[in-house]
């Protein structure tokens, strides 16, 4: 991709009025502000998005033709390519369009959960260097009173997981934060790296007294609302809002947050996110696995532990080889992805609608859905011109 810089002289930039470059952009307008060493126009989606052709993109028609193919061998509901701010390619199953509201992206919702306690402590309502028994009186005397907020964000918290806890007993749970908070630490934090539901699903109560608001209505007010995204956190059946899974919203809408995360957080002239925690989110947390940053998925070389499903998995290499090594993720269960190769500028969205999870389980090999993030983004990477 050109980099702006190298077309703009220093002369043209100085030659511009005040008046001109301090005028107000309209809302939809491309603006030209560089992100990690890159400059290319900073298109964002109204109330509406704009469209644009797949080659003035770096793209390949015929390339994202046969993505999209991939998309529907995989049982996908949509597969959505954002550059710049533009929709360049989109694709529903039959049945479903741009207005079609999938119930829940599960462990998307991780990753939305990251972002709001970046704006949390930005707005110095927490530090996630704290103890999470700051705010969990039942963890003060416990094994758990050491833990910290940051080692809950980064899956190495050390409280106590198994298969059957995390996907049973607490995903089918009629009160799955008290249900979260009751279990017992396993071994020191920071010793152990486990995708542990439980113990994510523990920050909803750190997140509401720290805040004083309910997680949903936060979310709302300081991150769907600015950016224009219709979404909601999906309640268990005691009322409390879900921070490891449930996450309801669209194709679309999902992609505007990944547009936020490419954007450094930026949208339009608003600071939604800091800079600084995007950055910090989507690097290495812990040495224990170098594919996880606080509740995102990274593509940096090292050391990968992914989701014990049933059975531990880790190695030496990449989360997904084909991509960039600074591209992260939120992934959900059964391959409900949101890609951004920040560098670039891409976002990739895949979702898959799931109606009933234990008849999904039972015929999908891959219910984590690693091996559909393999296959989309090879496709995806051999779409680029």
């Known amino acids: 991709m050109t980099n702006l810089r190298s077309v703009c002289s220093m002369n043209l930039l100085l030659a511009c009025s005040l008046a001109a470059c301090a005028a107000e952009a309209p809302a939809d307008a491309p603006t030209e502000l560089a992100r990690r060493g890159n400059a290319y126009g900073r298109t964002y989606p109204g109330p509406k998005w704009r469209t644009g052709a797949p080659e003035d993109h770096g793209l390949s028609s015929q390339g994202l033709a046969a993505m999209n193919a991939v998309a529907e061998s995989l049982r996908s509901t949509c597969m959505l390519v954002v550059h710049d ?13 741009p207005a079609s509201v999938h119930a829940n992206l599960f462990s998307v919702t991780k990753s939305v ?15 996630i260097d704290e103890p999470a028994s700051t705010y969990l009186d039942s963890w003060v005397g416990t094994g758990s009173e050491a833990v910290t907020i940051r080692n809950l964000l980064s899956n190495d918290s050390g409280r106590y997981w198994s298969f059957e806890s995390d996907y049973g007993l607490l995903a089918f749970g009629a009160d799955q934060t008290t249900y979260a908070l009751g279990l017992d630490q396993a071994v020191p934090p920071g010793t152990v790296w486990e995708y542990n539901n439980a113990a994510i699903q523990t920050l909803e109560r750190v997140l509401e007294l720290a805040t004083g608001q309910d997680v949903d209505a936060f979310a709302q007010q300081h991150l769907f609302e600015p950016i224009g995204m219709t979404a909601t956190l999906t309640r268990d059946a005691a009322g409390a809002p879900l921070v490891y899974q449930g996450l309801s919203t669209t194709c679309r809408d999902v992609a505007r947050f990944g547009l936020l995360m490419a954007r450094d957080g930026a949208w339009k002239s608003k600071q939604v996110v800091p800079s600084a925690w995007v950055g910090e989110a ?12 606080y509740l995102w998925w990274l593509n940096q070389p090292g050391h990968v532990v992914e989701p014990s499903f049933p059975g531990r998995i880790e190695y030496d290499g990449q989360l997904v080889p084909s991509a960039p090594d600074s591209t ?16 670039a500028g891409y ?8 109606i009933d999870v234990e008849t999904a389980i039972a015929d999908d090999f891959d219910p984590v859905g690693i091996s559909k993030l393999h296959a989309v983004m090879a496709a995806f990477e051999q779409a680029k011109l």
Do not use: C, H, M
Not at 347 to 354: G, I, S, T, Y
């Open 282 to 293: 989507t690097q290495p947390s812990t040495p224990l696995n170098d594919a996880y940053g």
């Open 113 to 127: 959960t990251s972002t709001l306690f970046g704006i949390a402590q930005a707005k110095g309502l927490l530090d």
């Open 347 to 354: 976002v990739v969205v895949r979702l898959q609608e799931v």
């Open 85 to 97: 701010g533009v929709i360049v390619s989109e694709w529903y199953a039959p049945g479903y369009g």
């Open 328 to 343: 992260f993720a939120a992934l959900g269960a059964f391959g409900q992805l949101v890609v951004v190769e920040p560098e």
